[in-house]
């Protein structure tokens, strides 16, 4: 089975920086993705940051230049460096993962628990 878990979430001031982790765990699982998304306080969840196995990156528009995301190997991580952090990007960070557990399997999605973020004005 996949699993995800995250740490890092905080509560910063405007202008700050936070790193967030993601363990990711799944012996014998393909992963073709792993990814960031949030979701704020009576919005919906949204894509703040993918990478695939080739190592494609993928931001959203309103993370663009801030944040990055990469992945260590040697540690099974993935990682999201969030820098120049605006009250807007206050919400709870997702950990995601694309993946299946064999040739021919459908990809499935899975969900870590979610670590918070508070950015203050």
């Known amino acids: 089975q996949v699993q995800l878990v995250e740490s890092g979430g905080d509560s910063v001031q405007a202008g700050g920086s936070l790193r967030l982790s993601c363990a990711v765990s799944?012996?014998?699982?393909?992963?073709?993705?792993v990814g960031w998304y949030r979701q704020a306080p009576g919005k919906q969840r949204e894509v703040v940051a993918t990478?695939?196995?080739?190592?494609?990156?993928n931001y959203a528009t309103s993370v663009k230049g801030r944040f990055t995301i990469s992945r260590d190997y040697t540690k099974n991580t993935v990682n999201l460096q969030m820098n120049s952090l605006k009250p807007e990007d206050t919400a709870v960070y997702y950990c995601n993962a694309v993946a299946r557990s064999g040739i021919g399997v459908p990809y499935q999605n899975y969900w870590g628990q979610g670590t918070r973020v508070t950015v203050s004005s």
């Open positions: 990478i695939t196995d080739r190592s494609s990156t």
């Open positions: 799944g012996s014998g699982f393909n992963f073709y993705a």
